[in-house]
């Protein structure tokens, strides 16, 4: 079970906006920054925010994040079938270990359909 | 541009090591913190551990303490994660990735490596 939770599964239909929570508590997501990953099938995962709002270099901006307490969210708009895509998110977490450990979300599969 | 190229798929029995090496070009490895990331077949993404530059010291997951070791070889930069008495749970793909600090966002993956372990 994973420390941080995400749905399953969220659909949508092309070029509408769907978005991806993601749960946490005082000791991760409410203390430290949260980033968020696209993981195409069959390759390695790809960083599309991080600090809990910001794009790097190349993510178009129909992608953007944003929190608020203990939780996160993932909004994508103008939905592509190339967005079909496993998304997970991440930070710190304080609880686990002394130097702290980093924790994933269980992943969230987008269905544009 | 930073690129991380990592070893070759690995078959291993229980009770045996692997290590699994990943080589970085573009930057050199003492201005990146390192760390590892795997996911099992079907699975989420589980952190192992990397390094901690503020400390200068390497912090592994609780789960994999005294069974994973981390290394650089600076000369090469390339970077190594070795893990110990391997059991079929084991089985994964296993990620180098480079964490953007303070947040530790991975920004820079490895194309991953599989490790079957399987008698």
């Known amino acids: 079970q994973s420390v941080l939770t995400q749905p399953p599964s969220v659909s949508a239909a092309p070029g509408q906006k769907v978005t991806i929570s993601c749960s946490g508590s005082s000791s991760n997501i409410g203390n430290n920054y949260v980033s968020w990953y696209q993981q195409l099938p069959g390759t390695a995962p790809k960083l599309l925010i991080y600090?809990?709002?910001k794009r790097p270099s190349g993510i178009p901006d129909r992608f953007s994040g944003s929190k608020s307490g203990t939780s996160a969210t993932l909004g994508i708009t103008g939905l592509q079938t190339g967005d079909e895509a496993d998304y997970y998110c991440g930070t710190w977490d304080s609880s686990l270990s002394a130097g702290g450990d980093v924790v994933f979300g269980g992943g969230t599969k987008l269905t544009v359909l | 541009q930073v690129q991380l190229v990592q070893s070759g798929a690995e078959v291993k029995k229980p009770g045996a090591s692997v290590k699994v090496s990943c080589k970085v070009s573009?930057?050199?490895?003492?201005?990146?913190?390192m760390h590892w990331v795997r996911q099992a077949p079907g699975k989420g993404l589980e952190w192992m551990g990397g390094?901690?530059?503020?400390?200068?010291?390497?912090i592994y997951a609780q789960k994999f303490q005294g069974r994973v070791t981390m290394t650089e070889d600076t000369s090469t930069d390339t970077a190594y994660m070795e893990l110990s008495s391997l059991r079929s749970e084991d089985t994964a793909v296993y990620y180098c990735a480079t964490c953007y600090a303070p947040s530790c966002a991975f920004d820079i993956w490895g194309q991953g490596t599989m490790v079957t372990v399987s008698s």
């Open positions: 600090d809990n709002n």
């Open positions: 573009g930057y050199t490895l003492t201005e990146l913190s």
């Open positions: 390094f901690d530059p503020e400390d200068g010291e390497t």
